[in-house]
């Protein structure tokens, strides 16, 4: 269901507030923020679940409960608003999924890697293809020592599902830039996953 603008805004403004709280040591505020952020958590999972085997053990619902207790143990972090909160957050659900495969494989001795579908937002020509997470997480950290604005990027758009005005908003840069970038990480990533395989 979508809020009015009016409703948005005051969620928006109290989210804020809260995250402040949170970063000044206020625990209470924890308790306060996660009904306000819930729902943008839950999608975020469900979008990085849906590029997930079938069968993984771990549903949306635990990885929303994991990633919210290390986000609200992150007393470093200078929340800077809602998009910087969920851009946070699907970062540790990446490397919580990414840690989860690293584990099945360890166990399994690097035999049965872990598959996820690249869809039509990362691969140029709009067609749906499987990757090892594990070797996608290599390649991203790759990028990170390369460019770490495109890394962001590709966290933001692909793994957190903010558009392109919400990844500039989150890193002070114009949109025209995320597009350029964006086109770029995208096609050194994909480069990087056919020469892995």
């Given at each position: 269901m979508e809020l009015p603008n009016q409703e948005k805004r005051r969620v928006s403004d109290e989210t804020i507030q809260l995250l402040a709280a949170l970063s000044r040591g206020e625990t209470d505020a924890a308790e306060k923020l996660l009904p306000l952020v819930y729902n943008e958590l839950k999608g975020i999972a469900a979008r990085?679940?849906?590029?997930?085997?079938?069968?993984?053990?771990?549903?949306?619902?635990?990885?929303v409960h994991e990633a919210y207790l290390k986000l609200?143990?992150?007393?470093?972090?200078?929340?800077?608003?809602?998009?910087h909160f969920c851009a946070i957050a699907?970062?540790?659900?990446?490397?919580?999924?990414?840690?989860?495969?690293?584990?099945?494989?360890?166990a399994k001795r690097g035999a049965g890697a872990q598959k996820i579908a690249i869809d039509e937002n990362l691969t140029p020509d709009?067609?749906?293809?499987?990757?090892?997470?594990?070797?996608l997480d290599d390649a991203l950290e790759r990028l990170t020592a390369?460019?770490?604005r495109h890394a962001r990027i590709v966290e933001l758009r692909y793994f957190g599902g903010l558009t392109v005005e919400e990844t500039a908003a989150a890193l002070d840069i114009s949109a025209s830039t995320v597009k350029?970038?964006?086109r770029a990480a995208k096609a050194w990533l994909l480069t990087q996953l056919e020469e892995a395989e």
């Amino acid at each position: 269901m979508e809020l009015p603008n009016q409703e948005k805004r005051r969620v928006s403004d109290e989210t804020i507030q809260l995250l402040a709280a949170l970063s000044r040591g206020e625990t209470d505020a924890a308790e306060k923020l996660l009904p306000l952020v819930y729902n943008e958590l839950k999608g975020i999972a469900a979008r990085q679940m849906q590029r997930e085997r079938s069968d993984h053990t771990l549903q949306p619902t635990a990885l929303v409960h994991e990633a919210y207790l290390k986000l609200i143990d992150q007393n470093r972090v200078e929340w800077q608003g809602r998009a910087h909160f969920c851009a946070i957050a699907a970062n540790v659900m990446r490397r919580i999924l990414v840690d989860y495969a690293r584990q099945k494989n360890a166990a399994k001795r690097g035999a049965g890697a872990q598959k996820i579908a690249i869809d039509e937002n990362l691969t140029p020509d709009q067609a749906s293809r499987d990757v090892d997470l594990v070797a996608l997480d290599d390649a991203l950290e790759r990028l990170t020592a390369l460019n770490p604005r495109h890394a962001r990027i590709v966290e933001l758009r692909y793994f957190g599902g903010l558009t392109v005005e919400e990844t500039a908003a989150a890193l002070d840069i114009s949109a025209s830039t995320v597009k350029n970038d964006w086109r770029a990480a995208k096609a050194w990533l994909l480069t990087q996953l056919e020469e892995a395989e």
